[in-house]
């Protein structure tokens, strides 16, 4: 299993920035792909970016040229750089490590509120 801990969210003004970071732990978080979703109130929890062990990444439209994922697998964490941060991007971000062949894993961190002030 792969034990996470986000931290880095907070209160930002409209076109500011925020860097959320998950830590984790065990001896697969290199061999997972790893993701960051977000659910707002009232929503269901969307992905808003994820990254290969091998480092290919996707992001959804709406965080498209604005916020960036990466992973740094000696230190076991994982990032999201977000830049012009906008209202509708305020949630609680949560951290996904999932691996789909065996052995299987499906892991998620408890979650760092990110507020947006317009």
């Known amino acids: 299993q792969v034990q996470l801990v986000e931290s880095g969210g907070g209160l930002v003004q409209a076109g500011g920035s925020l860097r959320l970071s998950c830590v984790g732990s065990?001896?697969?978080?290199?061999?997972?792909?790893m993701g960051w979703y977000r659910q707002a109130p009232g929503n269901q929890r969307e992905l808003v970016a994820s990254?290969?062990?091998?480092?290919?990444?996707n992001y959804a439209d709406s965080v498209k040229g604005r916020f960036t994922i990466s992973r740094d697998n000696v230190k076991k964490t994982v990032y999201l750089q977000m830049n012009g941060l906008k209202p509708e991007d305020t949630g609680v971000y949560y951290c996904?490590?999932?691996?789909?062949?065996?052995?299987?894993?499906?892991?998620w961190g408890q979650g760092t509120q990110v507020t947006v002030s317009s």
């Open positions: 990254i290969t062990s091998d480092g290919t990444t």
């Open positions: 065990g001896s697969l978080f290199s061999l997972c792909a």
């Open positions: 996904n490590a999932r691996r789909t062949i065996i052995p299987r894993l499906d892991n």
